[in-house]
């Protein structure tokens, strides 16, 4: 039990930190650019939302096979095989996430207008600079609510984890194949232990950071 509840945040905390390094430049890109074609870009980051896990998980599956081009490619390239393998559930969560991160840092960043940036060109800062010390102070609540969706959702992942990682203790068995496990068991004790710590964690996850944003708000009100 211990094994899962530490697997499962330390596969949250890894997909949430490389979300938002990968996340904030396309959020930036996709807030600020006009041509007609990054609908398409956001159309496929907005794509987990609506598909299901399992077919998610089957496509990636097809994609990182030892027996495809791209795992044919890593093996030869890396010596990595990412199919049921820790590595492959970051890959999988990191897409699976990938638009409750995007999606509050991009509104964060539209939100913000083009006064600030103006503002801060006038003065001789930088593109960099202006990002830097402009864009991303004014979008930190967008960063925080991205943050804590990301993470949050890939606790709670299932039907991708499933069909990359498998069932294999240590590796790949995080807290939501543990559950299932155990109600296949038909140990509902431990079934409920667990899912009432990840009620009770989301919950509190959930709260801490509406109370944060309405702090924020207060602050800069």
Same mark, same amino acid.
């Given at each position: 039990?211990?094994?899962?509840?530490?697997?499962?945040?330390?596969? $949250?905390?890894?997909?949430?930190?490389?979300l938002?390094?990968?996340?904030?430049p396309?959020?930036?890109?996709?807030?600020?650019n006009?041509s007609?074609?990054?609908?398409i870009?956001?159309? @496929? +980051?907005?794509?987990p939302?609506?598909?299901?896990?399992?077919v998610?998980g =089957?496509?990636?599956?097809?994609?990182?096979? #030892?027996? *495809?081009?791209? %795992? +044919?490619? @890593?093996?030869?390239?890396?010596?990595?095989t990412?199919? =049921?393998?820790?590595?492959?559930?970051? +890959?999988? *969560?990191?897409?699976?996430s @990938?638009?409750?991160?995007?999606q509050?840092?991009?509104?964060a960043?539209?939100?913000? &207008?083009?006064?600030p940036?103006?503002?801060?060109?006038?003065?001789?800062?930088?593109? @960099?600079?202006r990002?830097l010390?402009?864009?991303l #102070?004014?979008?930190?609540?967008? =960063?925080?609510?991205?943050?804590?969706? %990301?993470?949050?959702?890939?606790?709670?992942?299932? &039907?991708?984890?499933?069909?990359?990682? &498998?069932?294999?203790?240590?590796?790949?068995?995080?807290l939501?194949?543990?559950?299932?496990?155990?109600?296949?068991?038909?140990?509902?004790?431990? $079934?409920?232990i667990?899912?009432?710590?990840?009620l009770? &964690? *989301?919950?509190?996850?959930?709260?801490?950071?509406?109370l944060?944003?309405?702090?924020?708000?207060r602050?800069?009100?």
């Open positions: 039990m211990t094994e899962a509840i530490l697997l499962t945040l330390k596969l $949250a905390t890894l997909t949430t930190l490389i938002l390094l990968i996340g904030t396309l959020a930036w890109w996709l807030a600020r006009r007609w074609w990054k609908e870009i956001n159309a @496929l +980051v907005a794509l939302l609506v598909l299901p896990p399992t998610l =089957f496509y990636l599956l097809l994609v990182m096979s #030892p027996q *495809s081009t791209f %795992g +044919v490619f @890593l093996k030869q390239t890396f010596g990595v990412l199919p =049921f393998t820790f590595e492959g559930l970051v +890959v999988g *969560s990191v897409i699976y @990938l638009p409750f991160v995007v509050p840092i991009r509104n960043f539209e939100a913000l &207008g083009s006064a940036m103006e503002v801060a060109a006038t003065l001789r800062a930088s593109p @960099l600079d990002f010390s402009v864009a #102070p004014l979008a930190r609540p967008g =960063f925080l609510s991205g943050a804590v969706l %990301g993470f949050a959702h890939t606790v709670g992942e299932f &039907g991708v984890v499933l069909m990359i990682g &498998g069932n294999l203790p240590g590796e790949t068995k995080v939501s194949i543990a559950i299932y496990d155990h109600v296949e068991s038909l140990e509902w004790t431990q $079934a409920h667990l899912s009432g710590g990840m009770a &964690g *989301s919950f509190l996850l959930i709260l801490a950071m509406m944060i944003e309405k702090r924020w708000g602050l800069n009100g």
